[in-house]
């Protein structure tokens, strides 16, 4: 067996290449920092001689600190001739002469600012500096910390080379498929940084072009039938008596697919659900035993179109595959051309270019030179390495002579999503003889110790792989240890909660009843911790819990989560007690609620002179107007003026000075500090605030980013889709009186007194069994995209991403120093999870598909049985573990510990908030899907909702000219509504309108050269009848006088529900309403609302005695007229919930009307709503192209209103 010798810090020898393996809590950075303190002493090196290297900047930092306070107490202690620390002590006694030691630490810490201390990149960097000629690097190359420009530029160059001049029966299938420019950039963006990895399968790109062709034909011979045949083939299907009664139900549906499916021609490649039905095998699997199938030849034809089908599906899949392979070198190859071409590199390419000096056949003598330099090299966190960094000192430091020790725990390898490769590291490992542990535990309580090593002994392999040993961990000799005691008892310092799914209700339990679902899982365990938190401080307020001598404070607790996601919800659910928390997560700093109203802000001091934008910039909590102040303020024009001129003067201090200059004086003038510290959370907003000041000082500096620029920059950081940058991560505020909610990656090196592991039990099996997957073999990193081997290979992923699990579990349990408390029970999904692992795996490893055969035999458990392994758990342990079934969640609040002798105090609100209570919009109500459990910190704004691309399934090929060709997303949407909000629609000047679209183009920041397209838009819109009942019904006969454009509306709201809303429209739904519109209205998730309705109604006009609605759309639909046929506007109006936004609007009007139009009757005065989508309307095609049309009934408004709107 491959035991590691216990390390001697003291003793063992200063050479050769050494492994020092360090179990958690066992005083790694102590050891590296003495074993560089002997490097001094005993071999004379100079501080710059000896090179330490780890993995971030904060362990830079840290190490920099404990070597340089190291020092400062030999020294000290060598001048006394004793130290009171032990290990310092013995050196002293081990120098027969101390004069001469001392004289040499006096020396190294005066050199120290030279010390060799790097992160790995900064190694690399500071090696190609000095050795430009040695690495052939130029000497003025500049480092980019983001990449994702260039392969944002490159992905598009790859789409337009591979995608463009292909089949639309191709790309059909393609973005089917989600394949995407987008999707394409997040493969890139997750695996293109991966060091020397491999891409399968290799395959030549096929050619589909016959496939393509007997597809056509079989399409084209079964269109035909259908027309010639449909009377025969719909009255076998519908009268048959010996068709399955499921099959029968259906066949009105299938008649309808079928009329679909061959109208939209043979670009359609997807075969819709029912389509079998019609073939001739799924005619015989219809027909009922002892009956005859029918027959027809339209069921042969459909038959020989579904193999065609597949056949064609076959060839495309294979074509993606290899399409995605190639993406790679092709991303690969384009880069290294991009950066040469600008004279940048990123860290990535840092490593890369010092392997491959060192690799070279200079290699050896470029090796050479560093390892004069460096005489010694102590590399932390080994664990983390990657096959750039292990081959990098490897080929420094493989020759003899020099000294290295690696220092890492692969226990703790939990980083491989940013890289590190536990293989890589088993690797090196295997070629390196010296090899040590350490073992004692100077972290935890003896008996947490004893606790760990109980269920990490109990498993032959308890991480998976065998290669990575688990050695159990003894108690540092003569440290104290501080319990855990509540009532004078003390707590078995690793407490188990089970969660009963037997005692649950059948909600919240999965179908057959046997798994607790996982939401409900999370909810109750998020409030069982909360309440035993609070208990926790009740009891050490009351001086009944103290761990060792003191009583126990909010400082004293963590929890530990897996996500971003659980760390809101836990601090959400502790809000609701009244506990203090602050958050030591991965959240980033421009998904922070101060980021969104930032930039809302700046985008009202770039268009000073735009009052929508000024409205949204003081409405938002850093300048602290509400809407009754707001109210007020406009309806008094010398205090709005007051606000709009501050507006103009931070514009132009901004133009005459800098971003920073502006907001410093913003922040002065407004007193945003003492605003935003008025927040319970408020230190935790002005933290993001001044720091998202900080970055955007910075780019502005960096770039030379004008006013428009950095705002769009903000803008564009905001989009979630983007990848978050280390620099960007959200800073902590105060943490002094809080409970601290880390995630796992993050506590890695930190310790707490209790600690808090609610959600140890995610799954290990890859989410979706298409996606691609990264796998070893041997010391091979493997991305599969879907070889012929793959179900195997992802058993090896998945074997992995159990491993990693454990490794997780292990790093949170050993965050502890007193107790640790953690969760298990019969949890949907949870059969492939580190704790099913360790505790219901047996003591045997040696299936071919380990996580499968763990499920499967996690899922045959009973409640009892999983409490049976507890229990014996319970017992081997002998007190170092408690079961205990998990508490349930109680009333009581926590009012925050302080000490007696505080001269302030505040009273606590103990009133009860309402959170339905909000400000709601059409963008609230049909936002995208999210979990209810999610903490939700501000309603969504009446957003813009114009100008989306939207994918149709015959959208038009051609290049784009005219109107079509003008840009498309939010920017040009804006600029549209902005031109016709102050169009005058009868002015006959045409150089009076031109002039107000150069106005408007300049303004938006678009070219000028569009004045003639935009001129020739504007006189479409205007003058085409809006209905073709209506041909004086023209926007061009519009006054002044009887429009209104962007008009708000508040209406007060009742309770409010996506359910309610189904069931009013499937009540008075009308015929202007899809048929599965309540379905779909049903499927939004909002929470339920109450407060006020709010929107924004493009335009209200009058015509003789009607009102009419209108929503200007610039959505891009494709580069015909035909694009935007009415059929077509149809499905995007199904598509984006437009339905239910005019309603809205219409609601709102209604009741506005009825309150200030004499006489005013709906059925007689209400004309209607158009949804003109600007880029389709062309007067030579009539009212059929870009406007859609609607007048809602009469009983579903009046049925809207009485449900909708409160004090009706």
Not at 462 to 472: C, D, G, H, N, S
Not at 1008 to 1016: A, G, P, R, Y
């Amino acid at each position: 067996m491959d035991e590691r010798k216990p390390f001697d810090l003291l003793a063992n020898p200063l050479e050769g290449i050494n492994l020092i393996e360090a179990s958690a809590g066992t005083g790694k950075t102590f050891t590296i920092a003495g074993l560089f303190l002997r490097l001094i002493l005993e071999k004379n090196l100079l501080v710059n001689e000896i090179l330490v290297v780890t993995f971030t900047k904060a362990a830079t930092a840290e190490l920099n600190d404990r070597i340089r306070n190291l020092l400062k107490e030999a020294i000290e202690g060598f001048s006394r001739g004793q130290s009171d620390d032990e290990f310092l002590n013995s050196l002293i006694k081990q120098c027969p002469d101390p004069l001469p030691s001392l004289k040499h630490l006096k020396q190294a810490l005066r050199d120290f600012d030279e010390a060799a201390i790097f992160t790995i990149h900064g190694f690399c960097q500071r090696m190609l500096k000095e050795h430009a000629f040695e690495s052939s690097l130029l000497f003025d190359t500049e480092l980019i910390i983001d990449e994702e420009a260039l392969k944002q530029e490159i992905i598009d160059d790859f789409w337009r080379i591979n995608f463009n001049n292909v089949s639309p029966l191709f790309i059909h299938y393609a973005l089917n498929n989600h394949c995407t420019p987008e999707n394409l950039l997040k493969l890139v963006r997750a695996y293109s940084d991966k060091p020397l990895l491999k891409v399968i399968p290799k395959v030549t790109i096929p050619d589909s072009i016959q496939e393509e062709k007997e597809f056509d034909e079989a399409f084209n011979k079964a269109r035909e039938s259908w027309k010639s045949s449909k009377t025969d083939v719909e009255k076998i299907l519908a009268g048959r008596v010996g068709f399955k009664q499921s099959v029968v139900s259906k066949v009105s549906e299938l008649i309808i697919g079928l009329d679909n499916f061959f109208n939209a021609g043979g670009n359609n490649f997807t075969l819709f659900d029912q389509f079998e039905m019609c073939t001739r095998s799924g005619v015989k699997k219809a027909t009922k035993k002892n009956y005859e199938p029918p027959q027809h030849p339209f069921f042969d034809f459909c038959e020989i179109l579904k193999e065609k089908q597949e056949a064609l599906s076959c060839a495309y899949k294979q074509r993606l595959i290899g399409l995605k392979t190639s993406l790679f070198t092709f991303l690969h190859q384009s880069l290294w051309k991009q950066k040469q071409t600008r004279n940048v590199q990123s860290f990535y390419d840092l490593l890369v270019k010092l392997r491959s000096a060192l690799a070279d056949k200079s290699g050896a003598e470029l090796a050479k030179v560093i390892r004069a330099k460096y005489h010694a090299a102590l590399i932390d966190e080994f664990q983390d390495t990657d096959p750039l960094q292990y081959e990098i000192f490897h080929n420094i430091f493989k020759d003899k002579g020099g000294i290295l020790f690696l220092i890492g725990d692969p226990k703790q390898a939990i980083y491989s999503f940013r890289g590190a490769d536990i293989f890589a590291y088993l690797h090196a490992i295997s070629q390196v003889e010296t090899k040590y542990t350490l073992k004692e535990n100077w972290r935890s309580d003896p008996q947490l110790i004893n606790a760990v090593n109980t269920i990490f002994s109990r498993v032959k392999d308890p991480f998976v792989f065998e290669a990575i040993k688990f050695q159990e961990a003894s108690a540092a000799k003569n440290k104290e240890a501080d319990q855990l005691i509540i009532a004078g008892i003390p707590e078995p310092p690793l407490q188990l909660w089970f969660l009963d799914a037997d005692k649950l209700e059948s909600n919240r339990l999965t179908k057959k009843g046997k798994f607790i679902k996982k939401p409900e899982a999370r909810d109750l365990i998020l409030r069982a911790v909360a309440a035993k938190i609070v208990y926790l401080l009740h009891q050490g307020k009351e001086k009944h819990a103290f761990i060792g001598q003191r009583p126990i404070k909010e400082q004293d607790i963590a929890v530990l989560v897996r996500t971003n996601r659980e760390a809101a919800l836990m601090q959400h659910v502790l809000s609701e007690l009244n506990v203090p928390s602050v958050l030591y997560t991965t959240g980033n700093l421009f998904d922070s609620r101060e980021a969104y109203e930032l930039l809302r802000i700046l985008e009202g001091i770039t268009e000073p002179h735009n009052e929508k934008l000024v409205k949204a910039a003081v409405t938002t909590d850093i300048l602290g107007i509400q809407a009754e102040e707001l109210e007020n303020l406009l309806a008094h024009e010398a205090d709005w003026t007051v606000w709009l001129n501050k507006f103009i003067d931070h514009h132009a201090r901004w133009r005459s000075h800098n971003f920073f200059s502006m907001f410093r004086y913003l922040l002065f003038q407004e007193k945003v500090r003492a605003r935003l510290l008025s927040f319970s959370d408020g230190e935790r907003r002005l933290t993001n605030l001044l720091h998202l000041a900080e970055v955007l000082h910075q780019e502005e500096h960096q770039k030379q980013l004008t006013m428009g620029g950095l705002t769009k920059w903000l803008s564009e950081q905001i989009n979630p889709e983007l990848p978050r940058l280390e620099e960007h991560q959200l800073r902590l505020e105060t943490d002094e009186y809080a409970v601290k909610i880390v995630t796992i990656h993050k506590s890695k090196g930190l310790e707490y007194p209790v600690v808090f592991c609610p959600f140890l039990w995610d799954k290990s099996k890859i989410r979706n069994a298409n996606e691609p997957f990264v796998f070893h073999d041997n010391t091979e990193s493997i991305l599969d995209l879907g070889s012929e081997h793959k179900n195997k290979n992802r058993a090896l992923a998945e074997k992995e991403i159990l491993s990693e699990n454990v490794r997780l579990l292990y790093v949170a349990l050993t965050r502890a120093k007193n107790c640790c408390y953690t969760v298990w029970g019969r949890f949907n999904e949870a059969g492939s999870s580190a704790m099913s692992y360790l505790f219901h795996s047996g003591k045997k490893n040696d299936e071919k598909n380990i996580v499968d055969a763990l499920e499967s035999s996690f899922n045959e458990l009973t409640n009892d049985q999983m409490k049976e392994v507890l229990k014996n758990l319970e017992a081997e342990a002998q007190g170092a573990i408690g079961i205990h079934e998990i508490s349930e969640p109680v009333s009581l609040r926590h009012g925050p510990f302080r000490e007696k002798n505080e001269a302030l105090s505040f009273k606590l609100f103990s009133g009860h908030i309402d959170r339905t209570w909000k400000i709601s919009s059409f963008s609230s109500l049909a936002a995208e899907k999210q979990s209810l459990l999610e903490p939700q910190f501000y309603s969504f704004p009446e957003l813009p909702d114009y100008d989306q691309e939207i994918q149709s399934e015959r959208i038009s090929e051609k290049e784009p000219t005219g109107i079509f060709a003008f840009p498309r997303g939010a920017k040009s949407g804006s600029f549209m509504h902005d031109l016709f909000e102050h169009l005058d629609f009868t002015e006959k000047d045409e150089a009076v309108i031109k002039t107000l679209v150069d106005e408007k183009l300049i303004l938006h920041g678009f070219d000028i050269c569009w004045q003639e397209t935009i001129f020739d838009m504007i006189k479409k819109v205007l003058s085409v009848p809006l209905h073709p009942d209506q041909k004086n019904l023209t926007l061009s006969s519009i006054p002044e006088s009887n429009k209104v454009s962007e008009l708000e509306f508040y209406f007060p709201l009742q309770t409010l529900s996506s359910e309610k809303l189904k069931n009013i429209f499937l009540k008075y739904g009308n015929d202007n309403l899809p048929g599965d519109f309540p379905e779909q209205i049903g499927k939004l998730q909002f929470a339920p609302a109450r407060g006020f309705m709010r929107g924004f109604i493009d335009l209200v006009f009058r015509f003789r005695d009607s009102f009419y609605v209108i929503d200007w759309k610039s959505n891009f639909l494709g580069t015909n007229v035909e694009d935007y046929h009415h059929e077509k506007l149809a499905t995007v109006m199904s598509e984006e919930y437009y339905h239910l936004q005019y309603l809205l609007y219409t609601v709102a009007l209604d009741k506005y009307l009825c309150k200030h139009a004499s006489n005013y009757r709906y059925e007689k005065h209400f004309g209607g709503v158009f949804y003109l989508f600007l880029r389709g309307i062309d007067p030579g095609k009539g009212s059929t192209f870009g406007i859609y049309r609607s007048r809602p009934s009469e009983k579903l408004i009046h049925e809207l209103s009485q449900n909708l709107i409160a004090f009706s």
